[in-house]
């Protein structure tokens, strides 16, 4: 549900009322302008009035993001978006709070701020923009880069375990976990909408494209050859098919996650998951978000929306709790409590 | 029937507790402060614990303290050397001796005094018995046992019998102080109202105490200390980490901007953030982070979302937060950096005290990043300067550090209570909805403070950041003379505070041969040396600082009207290196120590007599 507490607009608002001044300074065919334009189409739809949006980041080519779009904004320092976000939803629970932050700096150098916010499950909107390479400054490997890749700090294939994000998102218990590649703008509109209505702290990642440093990283999945038999893109209460004519399909057996074709070895359309991102235990959806190729397809959409209570409600909660049943209603009550004695 | 006591009038006396960690001590020691206070004393106290929680009992390491200076005069530290030291086991004893005055009166509990006990501490032989503490005057009171036979006849365990005994050496000590015993007696009622049988031990182990001691022949005379002359008003004894608490408080209330504290636990900072915590009602969000980088960050947040926002730590932590700090100072956002200092480098010696973080607070940050730099000078004045920190921060829209340490952060003093509405009036610079000519970097032209505009406020929208930005419209710019201008800006918007903050004071004569020189937690000791050099008619005078950074705009004057002038702080010399190259015309001499310890006033006064005497 869209947060109550958030003004709504009194006026339909359009793409331009978040149109910044601001010369777009990312590379041609980078991944970001497919973000900025998913942004700026679904923050009129959400509705909220336009001063109601706050965008904030970290350090890297993704957390220039707040420059380029009318809300309020803070370009913060490198790693610490999620804290800083934190502050301003805690601070300011009638703002829809907005992260935009890269592979390195939420997973890197902020992955202690990145789980914690998740574990605390503040009503913020992470957009991981997730291209597998440090791109501001020129390319090193990040947590993504897949093992062995050749980059400019490994010159001999890195030797690090990569982290799948949904992996990590899921293992600090989110509630809320999305995926989309950088070139469906439709799909990512749907699944950012999504988010906004999540009560908690929504993750989603975007399969970036960095066209200078890490070109096609993600090409496997996302080129207009191979995504439809690469992705499997989940609608909640649908079944779990892919392929150019659907003929693909995902089944739970004994306790994992097989892609079978419907038709054959006796598997029918009945046998195939349906998705349930509602599903409070987490088992299916980590299974979900781990899967790759070329065994499997990626998931992408809403792998995970669950309930649970957030952090900034229980603040409020709590406040208005205390202000309700305290003997100390202003700071002279607190002076003037316990001994004091009169000279 | 007792034989008559004499009495020994004093004006100030000092009282030490010591005892195993788990003797409840600190527990003896601030009722016995309380009741001084209640009897009209001025008083200062000071807690001396071990890092560890419980370390092994009766052994040095174990010993936990606490001691109060009560006086019917004004009372400025919790002083130096003890005139009457409780010890309730050997390994007390051990510590605290060198902290005993000679002479002083020495009370024991002799029944602690067991041979397994008395190795554990250290000694090679009793030293009850050995002659070694034949210059003092020594109350041996087989203090366990006799608690024990006076609870003989109630109903309470072995255990909880045991623990009584502190009770009942806060009674000899009322005794010895002619103290009444109902406020002690009122407090142990309410502590343990569910539990009457606890209730029962501790009043009957309280009075036993009393009464042993006016029959017990070793104590000769009783002591008293009579009423300070004090200011009238309401009063009530504070710690420095809660007058900094409710400092904060009272600012968040007098702005009417919410009060947002980002913190992660660390000492001697801790309570600060536990005590905000208990105050929900007044509207404190309390946000205990994931680490002390999170805790700075998660209050820019907030200060950017119009919060008072406030992180609280010690050293470690304000090196962990340095870059997020210039990032406050580079988008001109409030925020209250409360620094209660340690001695260092690294983790130091956590529950020891020093004013070693000064040039930290002053320089610690990547490019030119000036902050104004407020240090609080007493338990109960940290009140004043918080509030000052959060009032400056918010009106002139910069970081400040409030530079406490842990002396002053555990230890407390009496507070006159003031009311909030007489403090004075904090008004924060906020944008107007809809103002047309608002910009994110455009200034007032007195302060240079930019607007505060709060996200959800109409027709604000705007983007700040850790990228330079351009003047007024506060675009990204890597503009050679716009970085430049902004530096400049920045810094002069910091001094340009000293337009708003009081000028110096001067303790004493404000011309002379010496001028003492100190900042922050030293002001006591100083107070006391200075005071007593001034009374034996020296031409001596105290300039103790609270701000910092920028200086009163007087300093040059006051400094220049003394033949010299001696620095003295807790480190090896920060502020007067400061000092040097902030006002390089004067000569500077300097007195340093750093023994995570506080200046005793004796040491201080040979410093300046051997000074004056060298002419």
Not at chain 1, 158 to 187: C, S, W, Y
Not at chain 1, 299 to 306: L, T
């Amino acid at each position: 549900m869209l947060d109550k507490s958030i003004e709504k607009s009194p006026v339909q608002l359009t793409k331009e009322d978040f149109a910044s001044d601001q010369m777009v300074k990312w590379c041609p065919g980078c991944g970001g302008h497919a973000i900025l334009a998913a942004v700026e189409n679904v923050f009129p739809r959400i509705g909220y009035k336009k001063e109601n949006f706050t965008i904030i980041s970290g350090i890297g080519c993704s957390s220039r993001f707040p420059y380029y779009v009318n809300t309020y904004g803070f370009h913060g320092i490198h790693g610490r978006a999620s804290a800083i976000a934190s502050g301003v939803k805690i601070a300011n629970p009638g703002q829809s709070v907005w992260v935009a932050t890269g592979d390195g700096d939420s997973m890197a150098i902020g992955g202690n701020h990145f789980i914690h916010i998740i574990r605390r499950n503040i009503d913020v909107n992470i957009l991981l923009f997730n291209n597998q390479i440090y791109g501001l400054t020129k390319g090193q490997f990040s947590p993504t880069t897949p093992m062995g890749q050749v980059t400019k700090t490994s010159p001999q294939g890195t030797i690090e375990h990569p982290f799948i994000t949904a992996g990590l998102v899921m293992g600090a218990q989110g509630t809320f976990f999305a995926r989309v590649p950088d070139n469906n703008v439709k799909l990512m509109t749907e699944v950012l909408y999504e988010a906004a209505k999540h009560d908690g702290t929504s993750v989603v990642e975007i399969l970036e494209n960095c066209i200078i440093f890490n070109d096609k990283a993600h090409a496997d999945v996302t080129s207009r050859a191979k995504r439809d038999e690469n992705q499997l893109i989940l609608k909640h209460g649908e079944p779990m098919v892919y392929g150019k004519d659907n003929e693909w399909g995902i089944i739970l057996k004994g306790t994992g996650l097989y892609a079978v074709k419907i038709g054959v070895g006796g598997i029918t359309e009945k046998d195939i998951l349906v998705h349930d991102q509602f599903n409070p235990d987490p088992g299916i959806h980590r299974m979900l978000g781990r899967m790759t190729g070329p065994d499997y397809p990626v998931a992408m959409g809403v792998i995970r929306s669950a309930r649970a209570f957030t952090y900034d409600d229980k603040v409020e909660e709590q406040i208005e709790y205390a202000k309700n049943n305290s003997k100390v209603q202003c700071v002279d009550d607190l002076l003037n409590s316990g001994d004091t004695w009169e000279i | 029937m007792a034989k008559q006591k004499n009495i020994v009038e004093l004006e100030d006396v000092v009282v030490k507790f010591v005892g195993d960690s788990g003797d409840g001590m600190q527990l003896t020691g601030t009722l016995f402060s309380d009741t001084a206070a209640l009897a009209g004393n001025d008083l200062a106290t000071f807690p001396d614990f071990p890092a560890e929680i419980r370390a092994p009992q009766n052994t040095v390491a174990g010993v936990s303290g606490f001691q109060v200076h009560l006086g019917q005069r004004k009372i400025f530290t919790s002083g130096d050397l003890c005139d009457v030291l409780v010890a309730m086991n050997p390994a007390s004893l051990k510590a605290n001796l060198k902290w005993a005055k000679p002479g002083a009166t020495i009370i024991v509990d002799e029944s602690a005094f067991e041979e397994k006990f008395i190795e554990k501490a250290g000694y090679k032989t009793n030293p009850l018995e050995d002659g070694s503490l034949n210059n003092y005057h020594m109350i041996k009171a087989p203090i366990s046992v006799l608690t024990k036979e006076a609870l003989a006849n109630v109903e309470i365990d072995k255990k909880m019998a045991e623990k009584t005994k502190n009770m009942f050496v806060l009674g000899m000590m009322y005794f010895l102080f002619q103290r009444n015993l109902d406020k002690t007696l009122d407090f142990i009622l309410k502590k343990f109202q569910n539990k009457p049988e606890v209730v029962q031990a501790n009043q009957v182990a309280l009075k036993a105490g009393y009464n042993y001691a006016e029959t017990v022949e070793a104590i000769v005379s009783t002591i008293k200390v009579g009423a300070a002359p004090m200011q009238k008003g309401r009063y009530r004894s504070i710690t420095g980490n809660i007058a900094t608490a409710w400092g904060l408080l009272a600012a968040s209330e007098r702005s009417g901007r919410p009060l947002f504290l980002g913190s992660y636990p660390i000492t001697p900072a801790t309570e600060i953030l536990m005590e905000l915590s208990r105050h929900k009602s007044l509207g404190a969000k309390v946000f205990q982070a994931e680490d002390e980088i999170a805790g700075i960050c998660s209050a820019i947040g907030a200060s950017f979302s119009g919060s008072m926002a406030v992180t609280t730590t010690s050293g470690p932590g304000l090196s962990l937060k340095s870059e997020a700090m210039g990032l406050a100072v580079i988008t001109e956002l409030p925020l209250v950096i409360v620094n209660v200092q340690r001695a260092g480098p690294s983790t130091g010696m956590p529950t020891k005290s020093e004013q070693s973080d000064l040039f930290q607070a002053l320089f610690g940050r990547n490019g030119e990043a000036p902050m104004i730099v407020i240090a609080a000078s007493s338990p109960a004045n940290c009140f004043h300067y918080a509030y000052m920190a959060a009032k400056l921060s918010m009106e002139h829209m910069t970081p400040v550090i409030l530079l406490t340490d842990g002396h002053m952060g555990f230890g407390s003093e009496l507070l006159k209570i003031p009311k909030v509405a007489e403090m004075p009036a904090i008004n924060p610079p906020l944008a107007k909805p809809r103002d047309p000519d608002f910009k994110p970097y455009r200034r007032d032209a007195e302060t240079l403070a930019r607007k505060w505009a709060i996200p959800g406020t109409e027709g604000l929208r705007h983007r700040i950041g850790g990228l330079e930005k351009t003047n007024i419209d506060g675009n990204v710019s890597t503009d050679p003379l716009n970085h430049e201008l902004m530096v400049n800006i920045r810094e002069d918007k910091v001094m340009r505070v000293a337009n708003y903050i009081p000028e110096q004071e001067v303790m004493g004569d404000d011309s002379g041969d010496l001028l003492v020189v100190g900042w922050g937690g030293t002001e006591g000791m100083l107070k006391s040396a200075v005071g007593q050099m001034q009374k034996a008619g020296h031409k001596v005078s105290l300039a103790q600082f609270n701000y910092i950074m920028p200086l009163p705009k007087n300093t040059a004057e006051v400094f220049s009207r003394f033949k010299r002038i001696i620095v003295c702080e807790l480190n090896k010399g920060q502020f007067v290196n400061y000092l040097r190259m902030t006002l390089p015309e004067f000569k500077y001499l300097q007195h340093n120590k750093v023994q995570g310890l506080p200046f005793h006033v004796t040491e201080l006064t040979q410093v300046f007599i051997k000074l004056l005497e060298e002419k």
